[in-house]
């Protein structure tokens, strides 16, 4: 197997160590510290069971065991693909106690991109529940493990039916190994896939432990904060902004909400006294528009952290008047960049801006066109580097070459305004890449999927501005022989193994492409022309 690595230069990680940003924690002693501390006390609530820290604790351990007995040995790699339940965090600290590296997947995901991962991470196990959401993962399994032959175990949350049950573990201390080291990789997230499908993102335990520590001490939480899980778990934001390792981390109480829905999520903030949680922007609005008629009791959430995609000022600015709660704005990214409004920052602070970096050794560069540096208050393209930011992703030479820099800095694909506080306003993005309600999807990706459709010659896939999801996808097609129908085109995109979001909202039939007078033109420019184009008809179309 290819080892999985995240390396600082020698004298940059000394800085960080003696600064105290790595203070050699590691998921698993975090967690044995506050069973200790708080044994009886109430870790996670969630799909009708609630358990204590000592118990989340045994729990872990009886998973990395039962990893263990499998055959499974320290350093391989285990995609989990688990929606919000109690067993997400018993199976991750426990794949941490075997020193087993996790890689997170998404529900939504299908076999296109869980046969990526498990490729990618040479993957050795895959974690599912049986069914959520009216989808049956055991099939997937199937799919997956027939076409990936390093995946020698499906460990199943629910009926197992041939694979593996998960509450068939059980304890045996004598396998489980010594603790990791805190600068060992401890899990892999997936990159937005920008270009092409996910990278896969090494986190180490110094350093995500750092994220997220200071993000539970800048977001306020205290060992009497209750945050709910309302977005997918397996992504970074709800994980450490301050997310759920953040409030275990202070000994807090986490709720895990099968879903973000109003219904679902006020009668659990209700019931269990929610203090905090994290919504995308249309979760919000959405959130905004159900307070209105609710009868749910929301007064006791103190604070709404929104980010995955920028807030318009005009809905920011409704959240403390209509949730009576504090809006605090996150603007971050799985390789490590975290931005926060802090919550005694003025109004007009907190809704204008995405806020500012949460540590005092993140590097920020805002470059213009030519690699110099932007004046306050001019776009830019956004550059970092810093004691939570990666200096690579596994097994990906070409994108490291297009995404780092040769001192280090990450490239994030963000154009970004830096006020003269020091907060930064995000514009957009740089690339061929949609942000659909926080979720990104590659351009390059989806067009790849339409020119295997039968009747499609060519496709290009734009980002257009949508007051509700933020961005919505459009493909422009030139159909080959007979135009197919839109539905036809859709449900085609269906079949082909992809998350429901990466299905074009919009398809439009063109007769050609325009090209430059030499023939040629640039994906990229390409997408640029359609989506002016695009959005200057609908103008003409509205009478603007």
Known sequence: MIPVTQIWPQDVARRYREKGYWNGETFTSFLNRRAAMHPDRIAVVGDGVGWSYAEL????????????????????????????IAEFLSVVFGLFRARLIPVFALPAQRLTEIRHFAQTAEASAYVVKDRWDEFDYRHLARAV?????????????????EFVPLDGFTPDAGLLPADAAPCDVAFMQISGGT???????????????????????????????????????????????????????????????????????????????????GLVPPL???????????????????????????????????????????????????????????????????????????????EVLVLDDRGVPAPDGTPGHLLTRGPYTIRGYHNAPAANQRAFTPDGFYRTGDIVVRRADGNLVVQGRAGDHINRAGEKISAEEIEDHLL?????????????????????SCAFIIPKGEKPRSAAIKAFMRTRGLADFKVPDQIVFVERFETTAVGKISRKELRARLRAQFLETQREKQGV
């Open 57 to 84: 604790q045994t729990r872990a351990e009886t998973v990395a065991a039962g990893f263990l007995a499998l055959g499974l040995a320290p350093g391989e790699r285990v995609v989990v693909q688990l929606p919000n």
């Open 452 to 472: 295997a459709h039968d009747n499609v010659f060519d496709a290009a896939v734009v980002s257009i501005p949508d007051d509700y999801l933020g961005e919505r």
């Open 195 to 277: 270009t092409g499908l996910s990278k896969l993102i090494p986190r180490t335990h110094d350093d995500y432990i750092y994220s997220f520590r200071e993000s539970a001490r800048i977001c306020g939480l205290s060992e009497k904060s209750v945050l709910m899980v309302a977005l997918p778990a397996a992504h970074n934001f709800p994980m450490s902004s301050p997310g759920f390792f953040g409030a275990l981390y202070v000994g807090a109480r986490v709720v895990m909400s099968s879903s973000p829905s109003p219904d679902r999520a006020f009668a659990l903030i209700e019931r269990e006294r929610v203090t905090t949680t």
């Open 284 to 362: 919000a609005l959405l959130w905004l528009q159900a307070a209105d008629t609710t009868s749910a009791d929301l007064s006791s959430l103190e604070v709404l952290h929104v980010g995955g995609a920028k807030l318009m000022p005009e809905v920011a600015r409704r959240v403390r008047p209509v949730l009576g709660c504090t809006l605090q704005q996150v603007f971050g990214m799985a390789e490590g960049l975290v931005n926060y409004t802090r919550l005694d920052d003025p109004e007009e602070v907190i809704v204008s801006t995405q806020g500012r970096p949460i540590s005092p050794d993140d």
């Open 145 to 161: 493990k027939a076409e990936v032959p390093t995946l020698r175990h499906v460990v199943v949350v629910g009926e197992a039916e």
